[in-house]
């Protein structure tokens, strides 16, 4: 115990007392144990961050009905099986042909915030719909119409009479068809915002559900849903098919696109994090082995002096192992915390989110950091025992 | 049977003979000082009765143990049991305090006792001194910190290879001083010095030439005190 209590007092003496070289090895285990801890941060991390930044690719799941349409009803209880908080954006859509200047549009109906959130990327020239009467217009149609945000636009339906379908009623029909001019909807828009996404989304014009309703006299139906869910493409495909199954009325599944090339990329990210820690702790080892080999030279002397003061191998070798794991130990307890507010500058730098501290991060920081001191003091030490006691007798 | 035997020990590096066949005996509580010109072998016996070296040729009995067979594994035991050292450098840990100093060699011998340590301390007069590092020590106070580090486990033997090589007279005049206290107690002491004073308060001086014995001294008048001729 008293032994102890002696090996202890000179090994940390020999650390707080003979500064200088101490600090180098001390910067490079921390800053290695900085690296490694923020990097792990980071790398389990990074899923949930790009998995946020890969939504703003569009939608990585689709609702598409088994018969024609599905109401809100069928949405709310596949919504349900994927969990909350990996919602990012669901928006529901309900597709008619309208009629601008007599001329047949598509429209689309959807809820707005949600839409913004499945396809973030979109970019809107002006204002998304945010109340009845507001219209958004693709692109495409924009320039066919001439219109600009501001511009009032009558959109008109003519409640279906399809002839396939009610043969039986042709007569009806023909009855009926000088009265059409009375049985159309019409509602007056403003233009608010141009659609620009540089794909077909630029053909439609965009309403709320309301007006969409009002306009057609119909409710509560969709025809397809797109969906931005924050999960691996792994559980996409779990909810996808708990989702078919246990809805009916609604087959789900996965833009393939979209999250096969999230999983490459979040596997070349996390080999690229994992590979820039080994080379780091290569580099540390390194720096820490150099800075070894400089002490056991330094300390020759002092060494030559134990040894004729009738120090076995063993107990140079337990010293100097003892003075670099303390090292070690010190340098991972500082890194660990540097480490995370490494990783929480890097989140809110690049991904603009903040991460919570990680306490088993601490104790595996310093592990790692003891071990990878330890084995880079094995060679610089081994040579400390070859130090010949009669080197005290000798003069300087 | 003596302390310490040396018989046809030579030391050779390359071709030259740093040792050439010597033979000596010291007996238990014997105090012998070699003298020598430089480069005459002196440091190279200190080492190999040390148990620091080993000879190439010979026998070396300390104790009644052929040291000169051991392995370095039990040469650094036996060095460690029964012999104290004190050199011309002093050689002191920097970080560690005077009275670490000496509980580093309690450390490797035995257990630290930092109480008996202190007593050590005491007996060469740097009670005070014990919270002092070496670098805030004077020359002749590092080496009496030595001396309290050589003398702590009671050894055998005390091996001093020009104790007061760095010394001014003052502090020459105590560490001989504590030799003869040392002396007193029974430790057999052999002491390498240039100094024909220091040499003198010895009770007997061989000196080495060319790593050859080359002749010995016994001071008929040994009082242990040194002798100033003013
Ligand atoms: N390791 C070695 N390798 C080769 N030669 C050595 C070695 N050690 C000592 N010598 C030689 O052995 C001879 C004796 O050296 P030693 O150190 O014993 O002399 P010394 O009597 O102690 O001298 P000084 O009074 O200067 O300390 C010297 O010529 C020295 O050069
Ligand atoms: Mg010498």
Known sequence: ?396 | MSLLELKNVSKIYGNLHALDNVSLTVEKGEWVAIMGPSGSGKSTMMNIIGCMDKASEGEVLLDGVDISKESSKSLTNIRRDKIGLIFQQFHLVSYLTALENVMLAQYYHSIPDEKEALEALEKVGLADRAKHFPSQLSGGEQQRVCVARALINYPEIILADEPTGNLDEANEEIVVELFRKLHEDGTTLIVVTHDPEVAEVAQRTLVLRNGKLDHETVNKNFTGHIKYNL
């Not at chain 1, 309900?94 to 009629?99: C, D, G, H």
């Not at chain 1, 309703?213 to 397809?224: I, M, S």
């Open chain 1, 1 to 396: 115990m008293k032994k102890r209590k002696m090996y202890m007092r000179m090994i940390t003496a020999s650390l707080l007392r003979r500064r200088s070289r101490m600090i180098v090895a001390l910067l490079a285990i921390a800053i290695g144990a900085t690296i490694l801890s923020g990097l792990v941060t980071i790398y389990y991390d990074v899923p949930r961050q790009m998995g946020a930044q890969f939504r703003s690719y569009g939608a990585n799941m689709l609702f598409t009905a088994v018969n024609d349409t599905f109401s809100q009803e069928d949405v709310d209880n596949a919504v349900a099986v994927i969990p909350e908080s990996q919602r990012v954006g669901v928006a529901p859509y309900r597709y008619e042909t309208v009629r601008m200047n007599d001329r047949p549009v598509l429209a689309a109906a959807t809820d707005m915030e949600g839409a913004k959130s499945a396809s973030p990327f979109w970019r809107v020239n002006g204002d998304w719909p945010s109340a009845d009467g507001q219209l958004m217009i693709g692109k495409s149609v924009a320039s066919l119409y001439k219109l600009n945000p501001g511009d009032k636009i009558e959109v008109t339906y003519t409640p279906v009479i399809e002839t396939e379908n009610s043969s039986s009623d042709e007569e009806a029909l023909e009855e009926n068809a000088d009265e059409e001019f009375i049985l159309d909807n019409y509602i007056d828009f403003e233009v608010v915002g141009i659609l620009d996404t540089g794909g077909n989304e630029e053909e439609y014009i965009y309403m709320t559900l309301n007006d969409m309703e009002k306009l057609t006299g119909k409710a509560n139906y969709y025809n397809v849903c797109e969906l931005s869910v924050s999960a691996t493409a792994d559980e996409l495909s779990v909810y996808a098919d708990k989702i078919s199954e246990g809805v009916e009325g609604i087959n789900a599944r996965l833009v393939k696109r979209v999250t096969q090339s999230e999983t490459t990329v979040l596997s070349k990210l996390q080999s690229l994090v994992l590979l820039v820690t080994v080379v780091v702790l290569a580099l540390t080892m390194i720096c820490v082995a150099t800075t070894m080999t400089a002490v056991v030279a330094e300390r020759r002397k002092e060494i030559g002096l134990r040894k004729a003061l009738g120090a076995s191998d063993k107990s140079i070798i337990g010293e100097f192992m003892g003075e670099g794991l303390l090292l070690g130990f010190a340098g991972g307890f500082l890194g660990a915390f540097l480490g995370f507010l490494f990783a929480q500058g890097v989140s809110v730098s690049v991904f603009n989110s903040s991460i919570s501290f990680r306490p088993l991060l601490l104790p595996v920081t310093i592990i790692v950091s003891v071990v990878v001191t330890g084995v880079a003091c094995l060679i610089p030490i081994r040579s400390a025992t070859d130090v010949d006691p009669a080197l005290v007798l000798k003069g300087e």
